[in-house]
């Protein structure tokens, strides 16, 4: 695990969707996490499963964010969780061995710790900086990043605000993946933009 790990906006135009992120994709991303916060159940099966079989084509992971039901049905490739979602060591139980499981861990070590306990595949901290389309606490220091890789042996995500400028300093820090939303769904050249933020890992 190395490189843009792209994060789907709360996009209902799933052509859309699709053509963004197969942009994204052609410029380098190395992985897709499916989050959709206010979908329906029907809608998110409809465009997880559309981005599941674009993610085979270019042979790249899906993640479904929360939604362990929708991970099992399509055999998407693994899951993200929260801290408030169920937890690392129940999502491995329930997925098995060959999945992925993120766990999100804000700017908490102690959270990183349980899930690596729990069966955690690779930890995300953050919000780093603000971003324009979640909202949460900017309150993480990048400190925590060579905290984490001193401690624990998982890949680090950083999310939160990252633009290129943002994300440099943390990979320098030793981040082995940005993840970015509106960096690239939002951005006039989306596969550019994608292109750029793989290249810090180059």
């Not at 969707?17 to 029907?42: C, D, F, I, N, P």
């Not at 804000?106 to 389309?133: D, E």
């Not at 990048?142 to 290129?164: F, K, N, S």
């Not at 943002?166 to 006039?188: D, T």
Request: glycine share 10%; proline share 4%.
């Amino acid at each position: 695990m190395n490189g843009l790990y792209l994060v789907t906006p709360d996009w209902d135009d799933t052509d859309r969707l699709l053509y963004v992120t197969e942009q994204a994709l052609l410029g380098g991303a190395a992985l897709v996490q499916y989050r959709h916060k206010t979908a329906s159940a029907a809608q998110r099966l409809e465009q997880a499963g559309a981005l599941l079989a674009l993610c085979r084509r270019h042979a790249r992971p899906l993640i479904i964010n929360d939604h362990a039901d929708l991970c099992s049905a399509l055999d998407a490739d693994g899951i993200h969780v929260g801290g408030t979602d169920a937890s690392v060591a129940q999502m491995r139980i329930l997925l098995g061995p060959g999945k992925i499981v993120g766990a999100s861990c804000y700017g908490n070590l102690q959270l990183a710790l349980t899930a690596q306990r729990g069966g955690a595949s690779y930890i995300a901290f953050g919000g780093f900086y603000p971003s324009r389309v979640k909202q949460y606490p900017v309150t993480t220091a990048p400190e925590i990043i060579a905290q984490a890789r001193a401690l624990i042996d998982l890949p680090v995500v950083v999310i939160g605000g990252m633009t290129l400028d943002n994300a440099r300093p943390l990979v320098a820090q030793g981040a082995q993946m940005v993840a970015a939303i509106s960096s690239v769904y939002l951005a006039e050249a989306p596969r550019q933009a994608a292109s750029e933020l793989a290249g810090l890992f180059v």
